[in-house]
């Protein structure tokens, strides 16, 4: 069994003292807080036709290994957060573009099995976004992406949404799209009083600042933090130790009141200089034994945006995410390894 998502992590010796997620709810009572999501999620962002194959392992720079069948499945960073928070009760719009050839249709069509509104979806010319997964008999995986017609959301498309866009609880952002987009949709929700959540990724080391000014949450990684932040990872990534208050006072000095942080199989941090207590909140893990952990981030993210919009905190939001994103790592692929509400309760409950 492997801890997946988020976790309970042990931090600094003041952040050591502070009362963990794990000891405040029960699974049960985090489990039953899905029957309360209800709220509207404005997502932003990229499709793609996950190209997938298993292997015993990844291969090395210049090798080639034997795979299983190939697989074709829905994906993309932006669906992907869609599909999560549509398929556990949220009210969801997908903004962006698919091509003209046969995986636009796929795409849409599995995006609206999973409840997602696609009526405001383009279609341009040339190729939807294709990725290349290889997944190995651990559940790690490595991803090539190539756009396709994520790059044509244009400036304008996303002008021509604004009442759309503006009619929702909480907006998510990832950074598939071109960036003059993204921005563009963060200024937009901004102005009009709508929480906004970007997920820095794929990675940029420097977000723009304008981004930064219209966002009011960030969601990164361990590594994509220290990154941003130019510091120095903790010895063999063991963060048991590290000060999640500095990290926390180095982001708001960056611009961000709000961050989540993901520490893979150990867990996550919310640090949010908004909350009442210290700001440094650890988020309790889900360990199950991961088949394929594609897309478990986008799940996370799916279902933060989803807490957000039915009027949780964030902490809560993310403690949710733990087991929504736990879920998806025993199952092939990014959305259908997606669970529903009934599918996640009867998985963990109990737990």
């Known amino acids: 069994m492997r801890a997946i998502a988020t976790g309970d992590i042990a931090t600094s010796e003041t952040a050591m003292s502070e009362i963990t997620m794990s000891e405040k709810a029960t699974s049960n009572s985090i489990l039953a807080s899905l029957s309360r999501i209800h709220g ?5 962002g990229s499709m793609n036709a996950d190209y997938t194959v298993t292997t015993e392992r990844l291969p090395r720079p210049g090798e080639t290994v034997n795979g299983g069948p190939l697989q074709i499945l829905p994906g993309g960073k932006s669906g992907n957060q869609a599909a999560a928070a549509a398929r556990i009760g949220a009210h969801v719009r997908l903004f962006g573009a698919v091509g003209t050839d046969t995986n636009a249709d796929f795409l849409l069509g599995k995006l609206a099995e999973a409840g997602v509104d696609t009526a405001q979806i383009c279609r341009v010319p040339g190729s939807s976004g294709t990725t290349v997964i290889t997944v190995d008999a651990y559940g790690e995986n490595t991803i090539v992406y190539s756009p396709g017609s994520n790059a044509q ?3 304008e498309y996303i002008k021509s949404m604004r009442e759309q866009l503006t009619s929702s609880g909480v907006l998510g952002l990832c950074l598939e799209s071109p960036i003059e987009t993204v921005t563009a949709a963060a200024r937009i929700c901004h102005e009009a009083g709508v929480k906004v959540l970007v997920n820095n990724s794929p990675f940029m080391a420097v977000l723009p600042q304008e981004l930064i000014e219209f966002c009011d ?16 990872e903790p010895e063999h990534g063991d ?3 590290f000060d999640w208050h500095e990290a926390l006072k180095q982001l708001r000095e960056l ?11 150990d867990g996550s941090v ?15 893990p889900v360990a199950v034994t991961p088949v394929d952990t594609t897309g478990c981030g986008d799940a996370f ?17 993310a403690q949710l995410a733990s087991y929504v994103s736990a879920y998806a790592a025993t199952g092939l692929g990014a959305q259908t390894s997606y669970g529903t509400t009934a599918q996640i309760k009867e998985r963990f409950a109990g737990r």
């Open 153 to 155: 959301v244009s400036v």
């Open 239 to 241: 963060w048991s130790a």
């Open 255 to 265: 611009g961000f009141e709000q961050t989540i942080v993901t520490l893979g199989g």
């Open 40 to 44: 509207t999620v404005s997502v932003v």
């Open 217 to 232: 949450i960030l969601l990164v990684n361990e590594h994509e933090m220290a990154q941003m932040l130019g510091i120095a």
């Open 270 to 284: 919310v640090l949010d200089a908004t909350a009442s207590a210290s700001g440094v909140i650890p988020i309790s």
């Open 301 to 317: 993210m799916g279902t933060v945006l989803a807490g957000l919009a039915s009027g949780f905190a964030l902490h809560e939001a």
